[in-house]
């Protein structure tokens, strides 16, 4: 056994190394192209200005990632993940799963976005684990396509729902 | 229409040995106190989601990205060192072809980056990022500069040991880590909240490279080794999700 290595934060300097995967996230088949802008928040509902947001979802070609800008504004573009089904039934609404890294954040902050306009949405199996009141914290609302908008929160009474895994 | 089910999935990620991360509201490094979430975090499932990760192959870097003192026309001042090292999983597994991305300020303290303006020099042939991939063994490479100690305004006199900031992806979407090696003997690591945001000391000990001989280079470089373990999956796979 070896012992785990701890986090510590990004710092404010992060753009010097993390570049990969700032180009649109692509993946096979016809999906639909999206895009996905919001701000990063903190706790005093000013925007994360030194963030960065990654996107993952199984299939893509490679990590998306959104440094956050002025105002914590964060863009990213791609395309929508499709309705998964586990081999016993489970199913999974589109999403990508997220993780958020700032100055000020000694660790990692797990989340997911989902999207407004998906039906599925009330029959996935991470939604339905997340209290009703707080379940729009993970779900963008969909625009004109291609837009979706979704704030990320990391403080206070509209704190995004963040995972234990 | 809903799809037809998908395969089997990839084993789970073990959980993680507790305690060993810093604890996300850390009043001592004060950019915490907004920063950290104060609502508990909801347990869900692994899925495909987080048990699998984005694959970079050799071809989404070149040759010389792990030698940040080749990526200018000339060479940077400096202390020139060598970091060698391992990843591996909790398992003692070797983490293969696997992304490393480091950056770093240069050896007078400074990142070469528009929010950083304090007034000791940079470098024209020094940007201080890198990145590599790791071997078959999980083995990897970096050639640089020792990075030099700078101040913060977190507090009063407030300076930052030398540090070199790594992110790391491993195999799947919750193997992922980000960290910073520090070097052994430095004088401001009892002092630097962030270093001490790990709760345990003797924990904190695993972010200090250690220097190694055989790794120094005759007439080139001082060598440091610097190993790193990350989640790693459970031993046999799972029955369902």
Redesign the interface.
Known sequence: ?????????????????????REPMTAQGLLTPIVITGRLL???G?G?E?GAL?F????????GRAWTEAGGGYRLVGVKP???????????AP?F?V?V?????????LT?VYFGDEPDNARD??LR??PDD?RATLIAAAAAPPDYHLDIV???DR??????? | M????????PAS?AP??PN?????D?PA?R?????????A??????????L?????GLD?IAPLDHDLTRQHSGDPLGQRIVIEGRV?????RPVPET?I?????NAAGR???R??QWDAPLDPNF?????TITDAEGRYRFVTVRPGAYPWRNHHNAWRPAHI?F?L?GQA??T?????MYFPGDPLLPIDP??N??PDPR??E??IAAFDWSLTEPAFALGYRF?????GRDETPME??
């Open positions: 056994m070896s012992g785990l290595t701890p986090f510590q934060t990004v710092g404010p300097f992060l753009h010097l190394g993390l570049r990969a995967g903190d706790g005093a000013v994360i030194d990654e993952w979802a199984p299939g893509f070609a490679g990590i499709p309705v998964r089904v586990d081999p016993d039934g489970a199913v999974h999403h799963a993780r890294l700032a100055r000020g954040i000694l660790t990692q902050y997911r199996e991470v684990l997340v707080r990391v403080q206070g704190e995004t729902v963040f995972f234990d895994l | 809903t799809p037809q089910p998908g395969p089997a999935l990620i993680a040995e060993v991360h810093p604890l996300p850390s490094y950019a915490t106190a907004l920063r950290h979430p104060t609502r975090l909801i347990a869900i499932p692994q899925t495909l989601t987080e699998t990760g984005p694959v970079f989404s591996l999983d909790e398992g003692g992304l991305e480091v950056w770093q300020a990142y070469a980056h929010v950083d940007t201080g990022g890198g990145r900031h992110s992806f979407f919750l992922r880590l980000v960290t910073q962030i270093f945001s790990v924990v904190r695993r972010l190993d790193l373990v990350l989640r369902s999700r």
